[in-house]
């Protein structure tokens, strides 16, 4: 009659950019390529394929956490993971079938509203299409109706809980201080239990103003306090302990144990968190100290008998309700001597937009669809799949006749537009603590795009009166004044049509070959015709192509041209062509070129071009820093190869300043550093792996006391490492394969830094370990060269910390 369920709340705030719908490269997330992929490295990855290890640390087993627990995963964090993780997303859908068979038919994942909207400040229609969509994304990733659906910050009022149930939720998770009053369902009487006076043990039941139910789980406050922000993840076993002091013996019935968290607490907030959870739970479950469940098998099993009343309008990370996403109330992270007072003038410039673009949607769909609101709550299966036939056949479902191509751009258009304007109010964007930060201007940039389409829509100029309400919100940084030129500084410049992506696509062929239709983010570009000429380091572009959104379907033939005069001196022109026969001006432009006369071709480039002229500054960020490093490279060998020069020559003296302990001055420190770590990645590039020469790079370090790139020396390791790893796991027999890998892992140990070896070990662990048991070195006839691949095998288990079976 004992219970433990943890649940595991998985979210990131959406990253792309609006109009590319791609996460651009954040260099604060080095050296991972943006925040997803950190997080994913630190903690969705390592959920999936989580340690027990032995007394000498030493891996036993790999778990998958998620088929133990109870989870969400935002919706647009699943979007990301399916495209750029798959194997996590697979192991996060394998988990929820593995939970099924263990909690009586029951998987342990459960939906989200959409894009982690605060509900209770949202109108109706935002709540319902936030609902909607969250059922049929979860749908279409788990094959399921979902029983529960996580509120984002768990903020609810009771029109939120009126949609979930018309909608078939069963079930949703609050914090005890959302909690009213209660009575049991067999009396009329309630008892006041508010500021978390709930007893969490117990599944409770909401009768609402409609006469339907919905049951209510409150977590255990103190415990979750305890894994969030009182290190508790630092010991699996204080872990286990303090989940099972939540049980009590004074209480009559069965007893749920329950605590709900951030999912981010597992391995990113506290590291190796995610194994200190599987402990846990394997100490529970070995033990027979209680039953490990998941909410949808414990409501089954014990339906409530108590009713309860909530707390309107509250959350679990603001005490004053849902006040930190509309008013400074005084929540925020600390740390700095900022108000919050730009959150409410923020959040009514966004209504305003919304309420603006709502009778826009309304009279333009009308014209095409019957429903508009009921096409914008259905639009989710064109976001889930953007094909030509998914297309056609919610066309075919909604619209009041057959629509011409055009009119398919329109409503496109419009749905977007919807679509951005319910991604603007995305909760992040008023969490933190100022306007400028990456979140909130991440909600201006959705904004940003829903206005830009509704402008194209209706023909109507709607930025002025925005701009006039987005300036009320003030920064607390006086180089940033308002919102209104947060928008003008970074939201606008990154405006994005299709004449930019053309742009971008002849500027960087310059630097890699096209094949004939290529993806550009959610662009498709066909080439129809394309040349490159050279004249040394200078060269030029020319061409013609279609672009298409495959998004909006918006369509374009533009033809280009892009000239680079070398370093960082590019320019290209696009714009509107039929494409179906060859350009005079781009013929004179080519000849002018072909007769190395740069002034003229730069003048008829301007010329032909007019104001559609681009430079590297407007490339797409990726791209930009590629093209970049390529233009650097040159120059930073050069400079490398000087400094190695002065390092070599001036390394004595280096030593014996150091010798001596007088500092060694800032120049040949600086060549030092430089020369070393330059030599250290190229060697760890090298297809051939000379660990001799890297050593003796580590002892020149080492003597000369120079500081190394540790963050990018151990990125580059590693990832060599799980090349290697998974060369071994394809071919195990491969004696060469075998040697390459321990090769590299026996070169670690003597490494001034630790390599993360984990996905390593997850790429070996059953390969080696099968490996291991079919090699036949204990039968009587073992050969020489199996007793020696039994020793290459445990010298790999050794190095890789891995625990091989018992022979």
Not at 546 to 552: A, E, L, N, V
Not at 589 to 614: C, M, P, S, W
Not at 739 to 750: D, F, S
């Amino acid at each position: 009659m004992k219970y433990v369920c943890i649940h595991g709340h998985f979210y990131q705030p959406p990253r792309e950019n609006p109009y590319l719908e791609a996460i651009e490269l954040q260099d604060s997330a080095y050296p991972y390529h943006d925040w997803n992929e950190r997080i994913t490295a630190e903690c969705y990855a390592p959920n999936a394929a989580s340690r027990i290890v032995d007394s000498e640390n030493r891996i036993l087993q790999l778990l998958n956490n998620y088929a133990r627990l109870s989870f969400n995963f935002g919706p647009t964090l699943l979007s990301w993971l399916k495209d750029q993780a798959p194997r996590v997303y697979q192991a996060i859908l394998e988990a929820d079938t593995e939970s099924g068979q263990r909690f009586s038919g029951h998987g342990s994942a459960i939906a989200q509203a959409y894009n982690h909207m605060i509900l209770p400040l949202a109108n109706r229609r935002d709540k319902v299409t936030q609902v909607k969509w969250g059922i049929r994304d979860f749908e279409s990733r788990f094959g399921r109706r979902p029983e529960g659906m996580w509120l984002p910050e768990t903020a609810v009022d009771v029109e939120t809980l009126e949609v979930l149930a018309e909608n078939g939720i069963q079930f949703t998770i609050l914090a005890p201080r959302q909690a009213q009053s209660v009575r049991p369902r067999n009396s009329s009487k309630y008892e006041d239990v508010s500021d978390a006076r709930i007893d969490p043990a117990r599944a409770y039941s909401a009768e609402l103003p409609s006469k339907r139910r919905i049951s209510l789980f409150f977590y255990d406050g103190p415990i979750s306090q305890g894994v969030a922000f009182e290190r508790l993840l630092d010991d699996g076993k204080r872990f286990a302990d303090r989940l099972i002091s939540g049980f009590s013996e004074t209480r009559k019935g069965p007893q749920l144990v329950h605590i709900a968290t951030d999912g981010e607490s597992y391995g990113h907030h506290h590291h190796y968190g995610e194994m200190a959870l599987s402990y846990a739970l394997n100490e529970i479950e070995k033990g027979n100290i209680a039953r490990l469940t998941n909410y949808g098998e414990f409501l089954e099993r014990h339906p409530p008998k108590h009713v309860v009343e909530i707390v309107e309008n509250s959350s679990w990370s603001c005490v004053h309700g849902v006040e930190r996403w509309r008013s400074d109330c005084g929540c925020n992270s600390g740390g700095h001597p900022w108000n919050q007072q730009w959150r409410a003038p923020l959040r009514a410039a966004l209504d305003w937009l919304r309420d603006t673009l709502a009778p826009i949607f309304e009279s333009r769909l009308a014209e095409y669809f019957r429903e508009p609101w009921a096409s914008r709550d259905d639009y989710i299966r064109v976001i889930l799949d953007r094909s030509e036939p998914s297309r056609q056949a919610f066309f075919a479902d909604h619209a009041i006749r057959p629509l011409e191509a055009k009119e398919q751009v329109t409503v496109l258009k419009l749905l977007e537009m919807q679509r951005h304007a319910l991604l603007m109010y995305t909760s992040c964007g008023w969490f933190f603590d100022e306007l400028s930060g990456l979140e909130t201007v991440q909600v201006i940039h959705y904004a940003g795009r829903a206005l830009q389409l509704a402008e194209e829509c209706s023909g109507r100029s709607i930025e002025p009166e925005f701009l006039l309400q987005l300036a009320k919100a003030k920064s607390n940084l006086s180089e940033h004044e308002d919102a209104a030129k947060i928008h003008q500084k970074w939201v606008k410049p990154a405006v994005v049509d299709i004449g930019r992506v053309a742009a971008h696509y002849a500027i960087s062929s310059l630097f890699e070959t096209y094949a004939e239709k290529t993806r550009i983010y959610c662009y498709e570009a066909e080439r129809v015709r394309y040349s490159v000429e050279a004249e040394g380091k200078i060269r030029l572009a020319t061409g013609c192509a279609q672009f298409r959104s495959t998004i909006t379907e918006e369509y374009s033939a533009l033809d280009f041209a892009a000239l680079h005069l070398g370093d960082p001196k590019l320019t290209a022109g696009v714009r509107p062509a039929d494409c179906s026969s060859p350009d005079e001006e781009q013929t004179k432009l080519v000849e002018a070129f072909g007769h190395a006369d740069t002034a003229e071709a730069i003048r008829l480039l301007d010329q032909a071009y007019g104001k559609n002229i681009f430079s590297l500054r407007l490339l797409f960020r990726d791209e930009q820093r590629k093209i970049t490093n390529l233009i650097l490279n040159e120059s930073l060998n050069s400079a490398a190869a000087v400094y190695r020069t002065v390092f070599e020559s001036q390394a004595p003296l280096i030593r014996f300043l150091n010798g001596l302990e007088i500092p060694v001055p800032n120049a040949l420190k600086a060549a030092a550093e430089i020369a070393l770590n330059s030599q250290l990645q190229q060697y760890l590039d090298r297809p051939e792996l000379d660990t001799d020469s890297i050593q003796g790079l580590l002892r020149e370090a080492a003597a000369s006391k120079i500081a190394l790139d540790s963050t990018t020396l151990e990125y580059k390791t590693r990832k060599r490492l799980e090349k290697e790893a998974s060369e071994f796991a394809a071919n195990p027999a491969d004696p060469s394969a075998v040697e390459r890998i321990l090769k590299l892992l026996e070169l670690i140990p003597a490494l001034p830094f630790p390599v993360i070896l984990w996905e390593a070990q997850n790429v070996c662990y059953r390969p080696l370990i099968t490996a291991f048991q079919q090699n036949g070195w204990r039968s009587p006839d073992a050969d020489p060269i199996a007793e020696r691949r039994h020793e290459d095998l445990t010298r790999l288990a050794t190095q890789l910390r891995i625990s091989l079976p018992q022979v």
